[in-house]
C-alpha cells in the first residue's frame, strides 16, 4: 500500500472509530446512567426513529427514575397508541394529566384514544376539557366534532367544525367534514 493511501486509509480509520466510541458511549451513559432524562432523551430518538418499542422500553427506565416525569408519561402514552395500545396509552395519559392536569394536549391526546375505543362520553369530557385550557385549540374543537358526528349529533358537530375553521380557516379536512356533515344533516 502506498504512504498516501495508507494515510487516507488510517486517517479514515481513526474518524470511524472515534465516532463509533462517541456513539456507544451515549448509548452506555443512556444504559447505566441513573438520569431519567438521558433515558427520556434516547426515548425520544427512537420515537423518531418509529423504533416505538424501544422507545416505550426507555420512558420506562424513566419512569421508574423519576416517576413525576411528565414527558415520559406523555410520551409513553402516545407511542402505547401508535401500537394500538389505547388502555395503556389512556393510563399514561391520565397519570401525565395527574402530574399537570393544565395540559391542552394530553386532554386532546386523550380524547382521541377514547374515541379510537368507541368511548365517546369520555372522549367529549376530554376535548372539552382541553378547550377549557385553551378555547383555540382547533385540534380539540375539530375531533369533538367528529366525535359529535359519530353520535348523530350533528348540530353540534356543525358548530365545532365551523369553530375549527375560524381558528384555521385553510383546513381542508375541517372544510370537508363540515361540507360532509351539512349534506348528512339535508
Avoid at 24 to 47: E, I, N, P
Avoid at 54 to 72: C, H, V
Avoid at 75 to 82: F, L
Avoid at 127 to 135: G, Q, V
Amino acid at each position: 500500500m502506498s504512504s498516501k493511501l495508507f494515510k487516507k486509509f488510517s486517517s479514515c480509520l481513526i474518524w470511524f472509530l472515534a465516532f463509533s466510541c462517541i456513539f456507544m458511549w451515549s448509548g452506555l451513559k443512556a444504559q447505566t446512567s441513573k438520569d431519567a432524562k438521558a433515558y427520556y432523551a434516547r426515548g425520544v430518538a427512537y420515537d423518531k426513529d418509529g423504533q416505538y418499542h424501544l422507545a416505550i422500553e426507555d420512558y420506562t427506565k424513566a419512569l421508574e427514575i423519576n416517576p413525576k416525569y411528565f414527558g415520559a408519561y406523555y410520551n409513553r402514552g402516545v407511542d402505547y397508541s401508535k401500537e394500538g395500545q389505547y388502555d395503556l396509552a389512556i393510563k399514561d395519559l391520565t397519570k401525565a394529566l395527574e402530574i399537570n392536569p393544565k395540559h391542552a394536549n394530553a386532554y386532546n391526546n386523550r380524547g382521541v384514544f377514547y374515541a379510537a375505543k368507541g368511548q365517546y362520553n369520555l372522549a367529549i369530557k376530554d376535548y372539552t376539557k382541553a378547550l377549557e385550557i385553551n378555547p383555540k385549540y382547533f385540534s380539540a374543537y375539530y375531533n369533538r366534532g367528529l366525535v359529535y358526528e359519530k353520535k348523530g349529533k350533528y348540530d353540534l358537530a356543525i358548530k365545532d367544525f365551523t369553530k375549527a375553521l375560524e381558528i384555521n380557516p385553510k383546513d381542508t379536512k375541517a372544510s370537508n367534514s363540515l361540507d360532509n356533515i351539512k349534506k348528512k344533516k339535508k
